[in-house]
C-alpha cells in the first residue's frame, strides 16, 4: 500500500521556467511533509518541508504547498536552472513517528 | 562539519553469504536510520534508533535483516543468507531528535549487489 505517491516518474522544464512537483498521500495521520533532491551515486538531501499547520513555505526559488483536504502537496520551483536536474522525492511524517515515508521520486530533467 | 558516511560504497556478494553495512552519523545526532531503494522504487524504511530507547524494527523485511548501534554513534546493518531480492542501494540518515523537526541527513548509501 503506497501511502506516499507520485505519479510522474518524470518532468522536463525549459530553463527559466517554472517546475512543479507533485505528490499526493493517503495516510490522514501524516503531519510533516518533506522534499529531497537526489543525484546520482549521491544521497538524498534535504530542500524544504511544512508542517500541516501551514499551507505555504517558501525557501528561495522553492515554493511547497500543501492542500490538506485533497491529501496533495506540490513543489515549486522558480526560475528553473539545469542544476536542478535531479530526482525529487516527497515524504511524509506522522506525529510521534520519526521515520519517513517516501514516495517513489520525479526525475525532473532542466534543459538550458 | 563531517556529514554521514557510510561503508562500503559498493558491495557484490553472492546468495548466502552474510553482509555487513556500516553506518557513521553525524556527531551530535542522537536518532540514526536505515533506508533501501530498490531499484525504480522509492525509499523502504528499515529501522530506526533514538538514544538508549528499543529501536523501531517495524520495517525490517525478514528475520535475516538485523542491526545494532553501539555507543549511541555507529550503526551495522547486518543481512544473513543474502537472497538476490537484498540487492539495493542501503541509505543511513541521522538527525537530532528535536520535537516537530523531522529533517533527516542522509550518507551516500551502499549499493548492494547479490549474485
Known amino acids: 500500500d503506497q501511502q506516499v505517491k507520485q505519479n510522474s516518474p518524470s518532468l522536463s522544464v525549459q530553463e527559466g521556467r517554472i517546475s512543479i512537483l507533485n505528490c499526493d498521500y493517503t495516510?490522514?495521520?501524516?503531519?510533516?511533509f518533506l522534499w529531497y533532491k537526489k543525484y546520482p551515486a549521491e544521497g538524498p538531501t534535504f530542500l524544504i518541508s511544512i508542517s500541516s499547520i501551514k499551507d505555504k513555505n517558501e525557501d528561495g526559488r522553492f515554493t511547497v504547498f500543501l492542500n490538506k483536504s485533497a491529501k496533495h502537496l506540490s513543489l515549486h520551483i522558480v526560475p528553473s536552472q539545469p542544476g536542478d536536474s535531479a530526482v525529487y522525492f516527497c515524504?511524509?511524517?506522522?506525529?510521534?513517528?520519526?521515520?519517513?515515508?517516501f514516495g517513489t521520486g520525479t526525475r525532473l530533467l532542466v534543459s538550458p | 562539519g563531517a556529514g554521514v558516511s557510510q561503508s562500503p560504497s559498493n558491495k557484490v556478494t553472492e546468495k548466502g553469504k552474510d553482509v555487513e553495512l556500516r553506518c557513521d552519523p553525524i556527531?551530535?545526532?542522537?536518532?540514526l536510520y536505515w533506508y533501501r531503494q530498490s531499484l525504480g522504487q522509492g525509499l523502504e524504511f528499515l529501522i530506526y534508533?533514538?538514544?538508549?530507547?528499543?529501536?523501531?524494527k517495524s520495517g525490517l523485511p525478514s528475520d535475516r535483516f538485523s542491526a545494532e548501534r553501539t555507543g549511541g554513534s555507529v550503526s551495522t546493518l547486518t543481512i544473513q543468507r543474502t537472497q538476490q531480492e537484498d540487492s539495493a542501494v542501503y541509505l543511513c540518515?541521522?538527525?537530532?531528535?528535536?520535537?516537530?523537526?523531522?529533517?533527516?541527513?542522509f550518507g551516500p548509501g551502499t549499493r548492494l549487489t547479490v549474485t
Open positions: 515524504a511524509a511524517s506522522a506525529r510521534g513517528f520519526q521515520k519517513l515515508v
Open positions: 534508533f533514538q538514544g538508549n530507547s528499543a529501536p523501531d
Open positions: 495516510n490522514s495521520m501524516f503531519d510533516y
Open positions: 556527531s551530535g545526532h542522537t536518532a
Open positions: 540518515a541521522s538527525s537530532r531528535f528535536t520535537s516537530g523537526s523531522y529533517e533527516q541527513y
